[in-house]
């Protein structure tokens, strides 16, 4: 009995000094080390067809960009198939994703594509909306640590697609 009063009482005093002495601590962080801001970022696009380069522009990006992809897609079995309805004939649905990259005049940025694609039968044009993942940049994109958005693509029978994505970098500025 006396052991778990001590127990107690010990348990009680911790957390005493915890709430009395943790608030007053303050975390520092490194010399040097990285300071995250948050900037948004935002991007659109167009293919005219299939084998035509997938040209990019945003504020950021600048025009004349690239979207390149370098894995994928890789797709997932249907998951779910929404059901016809008056006018539209269902679609089945897929997981989608890639690896891809935006080559512009003075550097890349890597990303990965989370998406859903849901395509109409036997309509071949189909939408896709996805979320990316900055994982990178180079040349004036090299202090770009990360990133996230959306992106919707709108793909057309003719080998066509166009997309609009909108989101947030963040850009790791070097502390003196």
């Known amino acids: 009995m006396k052991s778990r009063w001590i127990i107690t009482i010990s ?15 303050r975390v520092h962080a490194q010399p040097g080390a990285p300071l995250l801001t948050p900037h948004p970022f935002a991007f659109f696009g167009y293919q005219a067809n299939e084998s035509a380069p997938f040209q990019v522009q945003g504020d950021l990006i600048g ?4 979207w390149q992809r370098l894995v994928g897609p890789i797709l997932s079995s249907v998951f779910a198939t929404i059901p016809p309805g008056t006018g539209f004939p269902g679609a089945p649905c897929q ?3 890639s690896q891809d990259q935006i080559v512009a005049q003075d ?3 890597q990303l990965q594509v989370f998406g859903f694609r849901c395509t109409p039968s036997p309509d071949p044009n189909f939408k896709k909306t996805a979320v990316y993942s900055i994982t990178g940049g180079t040349g004036k994109f090299l202090d770009i ?8 693509f709108d793909h057309h029978a003719d080998g066509s697609v166009r997309f609009v994505a ?4 963040w850009n790791g500025i070097k502390r003196l």
């Open 11 to 25: 348990g009680v005093l911790l957390a005493a000094a915890a709430v009395a002495v943790l608030p007053n601590l």
């Open 63 to 66: 025009e004349n960009a690239v």
């Open 95 to 97: 997981a989608e994703y």
């Open 145 to 152: 640590v990360c990133g996230t958005g959306s992106i919707l």
């Open 107 to 109: 550097g890349t940025i």
């Open 166 to 169: 909108s989101g947030t970098e």
